[in-house]
C-alpha cells in the first residue's frame, strides 16, 4: 500500500492534516513529487477541512477553504531543532482554539517554531507568547 493510499484511508477521519515536507522524496501513487499547492489542494480533496505542510525553515503552506498560502519562515540562529515540530503544532492548536483562522494560526506556530530553534532541548526550546509576538512584531 503507497503513502497516498495510507493518508486517503486517514484523512476523512480527521479535520486538518498537518505534514512534514521532505522536498524531493515521493509522498506514493499519484501525489509523488507535486508542489506544494498542488499537494495541499490534492490532500485537502480527501477530506480535511484544512492541510497545513510544515516546511521547516522556509515556513509552511495552509490551504483551507480560503483558499492556499504560503507563510514564509523566520531567520534565526539555528543551534538545536530538537522539538520544533511539536513547538508548531502546539502553537497552531493553541492560535486555532482563540479563534485565528488557519492562515493567523500557521503564522504564529512558524514564530514559535522557529524559536524553538534557538535553544537546545525540548521543553526548554518551547517560546514564551511574549517571545512568540515579539517575533511576529520585528
Do not use: M
Not at 11 to 18: A, C, D, H, S, T
Not at 38 to 50: D, I, K, N, S
Not at 61 to 73: A, C, F, Q, R
Not at 83 to 101: K, P
Amino acid at each position: 500500500q503507497t503513502t497516498a493510499h495510507y493518508l486517503a484511508e486517514r484523512l476523512e477521519r480527521y479535520p486538518v492534516r498537518i505534514t512534514q515536507l521532505a522536498h524531493g522524496l515521493p509522498v506514493g501513487g499519484e501525489l509523488d513529487y507535486l508542489d506544494d499547492g498542488t499537494l495541499a489542494q490534492a490532500l485537502r480533496a480527501r477530506g480535511p477541512q484544512a492541510v497545513v505542510l510544515k516546511r521547516g525553515a522556509l515556513g509552511s503552506y495552509v490551504e483551507d477553504e480560503t483558499g492556499g498560502i504560503d507563510i514564509p519562515g523566520h531567520v534565526v540562529k539555528v543551534v538545536d531543532t530538537t522539538a520544533a515540530g511539536d513547538v508548531f503544532a502546539a502553537a497552531l492548536a493553541i492560535a486555532r482554539a482563540e479563534g485565528a483562522s488557519w492562515h493567523d494560526a500557521a503564522r504564529f506556530a512558524n514564530a514559535a517554531g522557529a524559536l524553538a530553534c534557538t535553544r537546545f532541548g525540548a521543553q526548554p526550546s518551547a517560546p514564551t507568547r511574549a517571545a512568540v509576538e515579539g517575533l511576529l512584531r520585528d
